[in-house]
């Protein structure tokens, strides 16, 4: 999406900058492009400390322009009125195809290209998968009543198969009544298994409701 600033050359113009550029460095992207250097040109002063963000970015461009073009400068003062500055600042953009295919800034140090050579490894190592961690379930199964057959309750719980996850130890613990539940241990990879669809969309639905009545979770550990 395309960025826009107005009057740049007003305090309002550069406050918006000031506000863009916070938790910036650049005004887009982590490198310093063909936008920074638009912006900069229509900004017409360094900004004040009042603009800590804009000031200190300020100092960025005007430092790497120093180093593309070494000539000596003296200062140059553009003239007329303030009416005139939004449309000088729009100069640069209507070149903008012809800008994106120059390169501003000459050859790279040696310093520049360390430096985005350890960008790319670390934007590399961020894009490796990292090992997904596992938690340990324990759940209560209940039935209807004291007719429900236990033994088909359990085999439709460990019916249930999907990846990441195991079903383990189980027993079944009075509750009154004649009733008994059904506690179970299971292990997850907990990117790929969710408890709470797990009991919904499986075990609590058809054809296992004809067993199951609910499904609560006792306890929940990460491994």
């Given at each position: 999406m395309?960025?826009?600033?107005?009057?740049?050359?007003?305090?309002?113009?550069?406050k918006?900058?000031?506000?863009?550029?916070?938790?910036?460095?650049?005004?887009?992207?982590?490198?310093?492009?063909?936008?920074?250097?638009?912006?900069?040109?229509?900004?017409?002063?360094?900004p004040?400390?009042?603009?800590?963000?804009?000031?200190?970015?300020?100092?960025?461009?005007?430092?790497?322009?120093?180093?593309?073009?070494?000539?000596?400068?003296?200062?140059?003062?553009?003239?007329?009125?303030?009416?005139?500055?939004?449309?000088?600042?729009?100069?640069?953009?209507?070149?903008?195809?012809?800008?994106?295919?120059?390169?501003?800034?000459?050859?790279?140090?040696?310093?520049?290209?360390?430096?985005?050579?350890?960008?790319e490894?670390?934007?590399?190592?961020?894009?490796?998968?990292?090992?997904?961690?596992?938690?340990?379930?324990?759940?209560?199964v209940?039935?209807?009543?004291?007719?429900?057959?236990?033994?088909?309750?359990?085999?439709?719980?460990?019916?249930?198969a999907m990846?990441?996850?195991?079903?383990?130890?189980?027993?079944?613990?009075?509750?009154?009544?004649?009733?008994?539940?059904?506690?179970?241990?299971?292990?997850?990879?907990?990117?790929?298994?969710?408890?709470?669809?797990l009991?919904?969309?499986?075990?609590?639905?058809?054809?296992?409701?004809e067993?199951?009545?609910?499904?609560?979770?006792?306890?929940?550990?990460?491994?």
């Amino acid at each position: 999406m395309a960025i826009t600033f107005s009057d740049l050359h007003t305090e309002e113009g550069v406050k918006s900058v000031e506000e863009h550029l916070a938790g910036k460095t650049y005004i887009s992207g982590d490198q310093l492009s063909v936008d920074d250097v638009k912006v900069y040109a229509a900004v017409s002063e360094k900004p004040s400390d009042a603009f800590p963000n804009a000031s200190r970015w300020y100092d960025c461009v005007a430092s790497h322009l120093a180093k593309s073009f070494p000539g000596k400068a003296v200062g140059v003062s553009i003239g007329g009125s303030a009416a005139s500055a939004p449309a000088q600042a729009e100069a640069p953009a209507a070149a903008a195809d012809d800008d994106d295919d120059m390169d501003l800034f000459g050859d790279e140090t040696e310093e520049e290209k360390k430096a985005a050579e350890e960008r790319e490894a670390a934007k590399k190592d961020t894009k490796k998968p990292k090992e997904s961690g596992k938690s340990s379930v324990l759940m209560e199964v209940k039935p209807w009543d004291d007719e429900t057959d236990m033994k088909k309750l359990e085999e439709c719980v460990r019916a249930v198969a999907m990846p990441g996850l195991l079903w383990g130890a189980s027993k079944l613990v009075p509750v009154g009544y004649g009733i008994k539940k059904l506690t179970i241990m299971l292990t997850i990879v907990d990117d790929l298994v969710s408890p709470d669809n797990l009991i919904e969309d499986y075990l609590t639905c058809e054809p296992n409701n004809e067993y199951i009545q609910s499904v609560d979770i006792v306890a929940f550990n990460k491994i």
